[in-house]
């Protein structure tokens, strides 16, 4: 018991009995029901889910953009109130300003802000250097690929240094072999930055392969229904996708979606 | 082997432009339309240059012009400014927008006597005319342009801390410029029309002026002058604010994805 709370003072995301609930046009909706889990200071966490079970929800209460209706969450044990500078957003499409370059908008949170350029921009020519564009830095979203621009998007997230990483989806509109090489680019990415990632998806192999601890939700109201510890040694790479452990906890996750009631 | 295939398509506008002089020529000369209400083609170009060089279509152009460009920018920045703040302020939205919608409805030329009446004979009357005929077309397109701004890139703004006022200049803005640039588009041949009409009302100078001058005396040479030099101006207009669209939104790969709402 000790233990446990002394792990939640140090989580960089701690959720609690978290309840959302709101009124639409068909009455009352719970999107999240007594939501309960944590995101370490430096881990990895997915969580995975089918559609409709409140995951952009959860996302946009971790971002400030939205108020639980009960129970707390929490960035570094002070509960979110509204926007904060600790959190970096990469979202399901690039979401890049087509009129900007992409060195301005990795930028974009620094101006945002209103805060001075100046040292932010050595920041983001290094940024750029790990997601390996920096020989686009002057290139407008327009003239890069799907993969590139989110790549970009990975950047700006993390421009002004947020402790917490919130991904929404990010390689679900690219196409499958991207997609593979971006959750390698991820992996690496994330073990040279230490951030703590909070990653949303509905794809099984790619929260096993990039996870230290999945989350699976169920379909509205949206509530855990097991957390599953992923023991693959790090760093994980395409042969880790084959190998037999892999395969168990795939399987395993599968089992969890079969025994899901459907939505 | 590219030579032709490359310049055959620019021409073929012109084709069209010989054809129809052609068919006009043709209608005077060969079938004998009665000169007093269609001149030939060559009698219109003469009475032109005879109006070049006395400098009296270069006054009427100005003045047409100047009514229908002031006219322009006073209607464009009103509807833009209306547009912003309807799209940042919901009441305001919900107490405008169907009052501005039923305006439309009015065929703006039909206030034209009665503008007359309010402001007076002249350039001012024009001004105002022709910014009532620009407004609705730039406002509702803005409008709609504001609207549809990808909502991730204003979470990500506000989630970065940024007010709404920096989100309008540094998001919505530039989201909405393609939109913005329909409207535009729409407006400058409303802008011409409603400066004419106003001039046929009660105009002291102008292309309109001298149109319903000409037609009192059935000196049809100078209508048809006038018409032509109304037309190359809002030919001219249009190709500049197309190259100015080009120039300004860069980025736009494929301008045709850009619905008009009107």
């Known amino acids: 018991m000790q233990q446990a709370s002394e792990g939640s003072a140090q989580a960089a995301l701690s959720i609690r009995k978290l309840d959302l609930a709101y009124a639409s046009s068909r009455g009352p909706v719970q999107a999240l029901l007594q939501l309960d889990f944590d995101v370490e200071a430096g881990a990895f966490v997915s969580v995975l889910g089918p559609s409709g079970c409140g995951k952009s929800t959860l996302l946009r209460l971790a971002c400030g953009l939205l108020r639980p209706s009960g129970g707390s969450i929490a960035l570094a044990g002070r509960p979110i109130e509204g926007p904060r500078p600790e959190v970096g957003i990469v979202f399901q499409q690039p979401t890049l300003l087509p009129w900007k370059n992409v060195l301005d908008n990795v930028l974009v949170p620094v101006r945002a802000r209103g805060a ?53 989806e990010p390689f679900a509109a690219l196409d499958a072999m991207t997609r593979e090489n971006m959750m390698v680019e991820l992996q690496r990415i994330w073990r040279g930055t230490g951030k703590s990632v909070l990653f949303i998806t509905h794809s099984i192999p790619e929260a096993v392969f990039l996870s230290d601890r999945v989350v699976v939700m169920s379909p509205r109201p949206g509530r855990v229904v097991q957390t599953l510890a992923i023991d693959l040694p790090r760093p994980r790479n395409i042969e880790t996708m084959g190998s037999p452990r892999f395969a168990a906890l795939t399987n395993e996750l599968r089992q969890v979606f079969a025994r899901m009631e459907p939505a | 082997m590219s030579g032709p295939r490359r310049w055959l398509p620019a021409l073929a506008p012109f084709i069209t432009l010989g054809l129809l002089l052609l068919a006009w020529w043709l209608a005077t000369r060969v079938f004998g339309a009665p000169a007093m209400l ?98 609705y077309p730039v406002f509702v397109n803005s409008l709609t342009g504001l609207r549809a701004v990808d909502q991730n890139l204003v979470d ?67 209508v048809f002058g006038a018409v032509a030099v109304l037309a190359a101006i809002g030919v001219t207009a249009s190709a500049a604010l197309r190259w100015l669209r080009r120039k300004l939104l860069f980025w736009q790969r494929n301008p045709a994805a850009v619905q008009a709402t009107a």
């Open chain 1, 116 to 168: 001075d350029v100046g040292v932010a921009r050595l920041r983001a020519l290094e940024l750029l250097r790990m997601v390996k564009l920096e020989a686009f830095a002057s290139h407008y979203p327009h003239e890069l690929s799907g993969g590139m621009q989110q790549r970009v998007g990975i950047a700006r997230a993390l421009v002004h240094d947020p402790a917490l990483l919130l991904m929404d």
């Open chain 2, 38 to 135: 269609l001149p030939d083609p060559w009698i219109t170009l003469q009475g032109l240059a005879t109006g070049l060089r006395s400098g009296e279509i270069q006054g009427d152009a100005l003045a047409t012009l100047s009514a229908a460009v002031l006219g322009y920018l006073i209607g464009a920045l009103l509807a833009f400014g209306l547009a912003a703040a309807m799209a940042m302020c919901r009441p305001l939205e919900r107490m405008l927008l169907v009052p501005l919608m039923a305006f439309q409805s009015i065929p703006k030329v039909a206030l034209a006597p009665l503008l007359y009446l309010w402001i007076g004979f002249g350039m001012q009357s024009s001004v105002a005319l022709v910014a009532l005929a620009c407004i």
């Open chain 2, 156 to 222: 990500l703004y506000r989630v970065s801390g940024a007010g709404e006022l920096r989100i309008l200049w540094s998001v919505r803005l530039p989201s909405a410029a393609p939109q913005v640039f329909v409207g535009l588009e729409i407006s400058v041949v409303f802008a011409l029309l409603a400066a004419v009409v106003m001039e046929l009302v009660a105009g002291e100078r102008g292309l309109g002026v001298r149109i319903q001058a000409a037609s009192a005396t059935l000196d049809m040479a100078t």
